[in-house]
């Protein structure tokens, strides 16, 4: 399962209350210093903020959508996020109905406009991965997941939660080649399988290692990529997680 859409940051703290005040969902402090998690109602996945020292390079091929009600609404949440520091982003979006935003470290965000498809997704209406090809990748994710497949067409596809809640998780054509590591990744959890099974098991759909970082005590992660170069986390079932040490 997508435990988590985390964030590569400067200042987790900060941007983790930017975040909070956007969607609604609380803040809650992680164990490791200075990481942050915007807790989103179960089994949507949260925001996780982490620290790194390296800059945003380039726009991100993640980003988040927000669903608004109405117009008014639309307006409304446009105007409270940047007075919480948001900036209007020139993303080459033209004429659009929805508003591109960069948040205070410069991560773009859209603010739709309403929609039916998104009734009942809560604040965040979808996450979104601009890719080269969006079905093959989609099928990987649907399989990598549990997300279940919602619609696509020759230039997108997307997947939702099988409980049918929270956000959709689309994937749309760019014609961008991935240049950098991926700012916004997911961090998957393994429900009913261990860390190192699921790893086995994500290599046998197509999925390759860039980096082991599992320790001798059974703590620890893996790096690895999607089919199409975008980079996640596979963490520790819940279950050794909470497994004495």
């Known amino acids: 399962m997508i435990r988590h859409v985390t964030f590569d940051c400067a200042r987790p703290a900060e941007l983790a209350r930017f975040w909070s005040a956007a969607t609604g ?31 945003k390079t380039g726009q991100n091929r993640v980003h988040l959508d927000l669903r608004t009600a109405s117009a ?12 919480l520091g948001a900036a209007p982003a020139d993303v080459g979006q033209g004429d659009v ?7 205070p470290e410069g991560n773009e ?11 009942d997704t809560g604040p965040v209406a979808a996450i979104v991965v601009h ?17 279940l497949p919602l619609s696509s067409g020759e230039r997108w596809a997307s997947l939702r939660l099988p409980q049918s809640t929270g956000p959709h998780l689309e994937f749309l054509h760019t014609a961008a080649p991935k240049q950098v590591k991926n700012r916004i990744h997911f ?23 860039l980096a ?34």
Do not use: K
């Open 131 to 147: 890719c080269a090809d969006p079905v093959p990748l989609a099928r990987f994710w649907s399989a990598a997941s549990g997300w």
């Open 97 to 103: 109905p929805w508003v591109v935003l960069s948040d």
């Open 25 to 55: 969902w609380p803040l809650h402090p992680e164990p490791d210093p200075g990481e942050v998690i915007v807790q989103a109602p179960s089994p949507i996945p949260g925001l996780l903020f982490l620290p790194v020292p390296e800059p």
């Open 187 to 209: 961090d998957l959890s393994p429900a009913d399988r261990t860390r190192d099974a699921e790893v086995e098991r994500l290599l046998g759909l197509g999925a390759m290692v």
């Open 72 to 83: 008014e609404d639309q307006a409304a949440t446009v105007a409270r996020l940047r007075r």
């Open 212 to 245: 082991d970082r599992r320790h001798g005590d059974g703590t620890g992660w893996v790096v690895m990529a999607d089919p199409q170069g975008n980079e996640f986390c596979v963490e520790r079932s819940p279950a050794e997680r909470a497994a004495p040490r």
């Open 109 to 119: 965000l859209c603010v739709l406009e309403p929609r039916d498809l998104y009734h």
